[in-house]
């Protein structure tokens, strides 16, 4: 079945960095797009950025553009979301999730994984 | 950004009832229009795409329908297991977008 785990979150200091994994399995995980999705304590979903099956396309939330990257490793079955000029803004439960298909639009998140915590704090 | 708008952003019920939760899209977004519900602590998961596609194992008394730029959700006989908060998300153009959630809890 499709696994999804989200690891590398934690508390770190405004204007910092911080590089999120999301370990992959039980599917073809270089078939598919994939997506980043955040949640602020106690708010509704971000999505934040995809990532096309053969990492050609990139797309961000304006809130991010610029600070954030998605990439991905086939060989290692992985995303990451690299995050930079963290704000506090930034502090949420991000998910990693699996596209229904390769990506390239009209396209959505379909399997998430647990999430993990980035709190941004002074 | 296509903006989409939920209504109510919090509903009570009890078993049986009949519920709808609806959600606007600020403009034209064809029928890409996803369903998600989420109980707490939880991830989000996936009951429904384009519209009125039910995910595989996801209960019968789940739908949804569309009027213009209006979709609806509609559980038809609501089950304890079902309190939890749903989101409509549309993803016919960048950035995807998501509704501002509804949450559904016990009358």
């Known amino acids: 079945q499709v696994k999804l785990v989200e690891s590398g979150g934690g508390v770190v200091q405004p204007g910092t960095s911080l590089r999120l994994s999301c370990a992959a399995s039980?599917?073809?995980?270089?078939?598919?797009?994939l997506h980043w999705v955040r949640q602020a304590p106690g708010k509704g979903l971000e999505w934040v950025a995809d990532?096309?099956?053969?990492?050609?396309?990139?797309y961000y939330a304006d809130s991010v553009r610029g600070r954030f990257t998605i990439s991905r490793d086939d060989f290692k079955n992985t995303l990451y979301l690299q995050m930079s000029g963290l704000r506090v803004e930034d502090t949420a439960v991000y998910y990693c999730a699996r596209d229904e298909g390769g990506g390239y639009g009209y396209s959505y998140p379909e399997y998430w994984g647990q999430g993990t915590l980035v709190t941004v704090s002074s | 950004a296509i903006r989409m708008t939920q209504s109510p952003s919090s509903l009570s019920a009890s078993t049986g009832d009949r519920v709808n939760i609806t959600c606007r899209a600020s403009q034209d977004i064809n029928h890409y229009l996803a369903w998600y519900q989420q109980k707490p602590g939880k991830a989000p998961k996936l009951l429904i795409y384009t519209v009125s596609t039910l995910v595989s194992g996801v209960p019968s008394r789940f739908s949804g329908s569309a009027s213009g730029t209006d979709f609806t959700l509609t559980i038809s006989c609501l089950q304890s297991e079902d309190l939890a908060t749903y989101y409509c998300?549309?993803?016919?153009?960048?950035?995807?977008?998501f509704g501002q959630g509804t949450r559904l809890d016990t009358k």
């Open positions: 039980g599917f073809s995980f270089s078939s598919y797009a």
């Open positions: 998300q549309q993803y016919y153009g960048y950035p995807i977008t």
């Open positions: 990532i096309s099956y053969d990492a050609r396309n990139e």
